[in-house]
């Protein structure tokens, strides 16, 4: 399973290295556009906050915090967004992460097909919020994985690609 696992976050780079060079010769698009469209879908500046995109055995977490723990208009930015996020997702509706790639992320299809038996739960943190996304169905949670590596992978956020255990959930 580990050996799999591997495998799926190197086709996964590859994918996202081959979606966001093709989408650059085809619309001029850069790295930069990525970050202005997401800044307007999100409403906050991801320049002053830290994405993290977290894998359980179960699902997994979209986590934002602001940078500066003083800094309560982007805390409360990032919760106005993740709370609308939560609902969004739970509708089968991924347009802002669409909007934001300029592209159709891994697992969208699945986890909008099968948006009933996935529950998307928002969680405000000391510094932002947080929505938990569980499941009990493989196929569900695979989804989730490919969106959440994705993600990963795209903003460049450094987290393990790794499945942790329900432990490891904060």
Do not use: W
Not at 106 to 124: A, C, K, N, W
């Amino acid at each position: 399973m580990r050996t799999a696992a591997l495998l799926a976050v190197l086709s996964l780079g590859l994918t996202c290295q081959a979606q966001q060079k093709n989408a650059q010769q085809n619309h001029g698009d850069h790295p930069h556009e990525m970050v202005k469209r997401g800044d307007r879908a999100m409403g906050f500046a991801k320049a002053k906050t830290t994405h993290h995109f977290r894998l359980f055995k179960d699902g997994g977490a979209i986590e934002v915090e602001a940078n500066d723990p003083k800094d309560t208009e982007s805390r409360e930015q990032i919760r106005e967004h993740l709370a609308h996020i939560a609902d969004m997702f739970s509708a089968g509706n991924f347009e802002s992460p669409m909007f934001t790639h300029a592209t159709t992320p891994p697992g969208v299809p699945t986890m909008s097909h099968l948006r009933d038996q996935i529950q998307y739960q928002f969680e405000e943190t000391e510094k932002g919020a947080r929505v938990q996304i569980k499941t009990a169905n493989g196929q569900a949670t695979d989804a989730v994985h490919a969106f959440l590596l994705f993600q990963i992978v795209a903003h460049q956020t450094g987290d393990s690609p790794d499945i942790a255990d329900e432990v490891q959930r904060r």
